[in-house]
């Protein structure tokens, strides 16, 4: 449950049976699959032929929950009604000894990767867009008519062509590096699952400014009624760990499990697209 804010791993593309090239309108390459299933029922619907590349061997993504807007609902329709755990209808603020309360017009959403991700993909596949897993994204590179992509599928490098790539593969996207973005600056968010404490209900994210320990904040917010993610943003993985530890002793809190990332820091808006010969990533 990363406020908003999230990473995670997998592999999509355009797959071309060995020995012989297909040519697909496109082809999504990503390391999140997540991020990959999101994009591709519009794509497919839309009429192109998609492929999606999952660098595993299958869609089991570990358990995590994600907060995110309403608009969360309208967007993904029956997908969303399945990996919906919680809601979220106040925030409550706290620093040096002061507080606030800001009520939500609209409820957050509290989902479950778990239970998104599989939906994510069949709707893909009802949309017509294929799924290929154990393929790994080697790079890419312009040719006559589009792109050109190399990846290794269960051991086997293979190159496939199409006319568009789409790389949903994180803030350390290798997509985005062979396509010539610069890298992106990120900082390392670290949480624990947590009993939820008595006196916070379910429908209330609790947020902590310390500026002492992070230039950002600490939350606690609730996946459900018993349980919530307690998390910082911090500077220095290490240092962060440290200091989510010494909040949790604080309040008096134990961890069930702990939950990592490196998510990305806005420095300014990057384009999103780019030309690459006749080709778009």
Not at 44 to 55: F, M, T
Not at 86 to 99: A, C, H, M, V
Not at 161 to 185: F, Q
Request: aromatic content about 6%; overall charge positive.
């Amino acid at each position: 449950m990363y406020a908003r804010l999230g990473k995670a791993k997998s592999c999509q593309a355009l797959n071309s049976s060995p020995g012989k090239l297909r040519r697909e309108a496109r082809l999504s390459l990503s390391e999140d699959p997540q991020r990959a299933s999101l994009r591709q029922p519009q794509s497919a619907r839309g009429g192109r032929k998609v492929r999606v590349l999952e660098s595993r061997s299958g869609f089991e993504p570990a358990r995590r929950s994600l907060i995110v807007t309403d608009q969360f609902r309208h967007q993904l329709g029956a997908a969303a009604s399945e990996s919906i755990v919680n809601e979220i209808r106040r925030f409550e603020l706290f620093t040096d000894g002061r507080s606030a309360q800001v009520a939500l017009a609209r409820p957050d959403l509290i989902i479950e990767r778990s239970k998104l991700i599989p939906a994510l993909a069949r709707g893909a596949q009802q949309a017509g867009a294929a799924l290929s897993f154990d393929t790994r994204f080697l790079g890419l590179s312009a040719n006559g008519t589009g792109l050109r992509v190399e990846v290794d599928s269960a051991g086997e490098r293979q190159e496939l062509h199409a006319h568009s790539v789409v790389g949903a593969d994180g803030a350390s996207s290798r997509v985005a590096r062979s396509a010539g973005w610069p890298p992106i600056e990120t900082v390392p968010l670290v949480q624990a699952i947590v009993r939820l404490p008595k006196d916070q209900p379910a429908d209330t994210t609790r947020v902590w400014f310390v500026p002492d320990d992070t230039p950002y904040f600490y939350w606690l917010i609730p996946e459900s009624a018993e349980r919530g993610a307690l998390g910082i943003i911090g500077e220095d993985g290490r240092d962060t760990k440290k200091c989510l530890s010494k909040f949790l002793e604080k309040k008096k809190l134990e961890p069930l499990e702990w939950q990592g990332a490196r998510i990305p820091v806005y420095r300014g808006w990057v384009p999103v697209r780019r030309q690459i010969g006749n080709g778009e990533v």
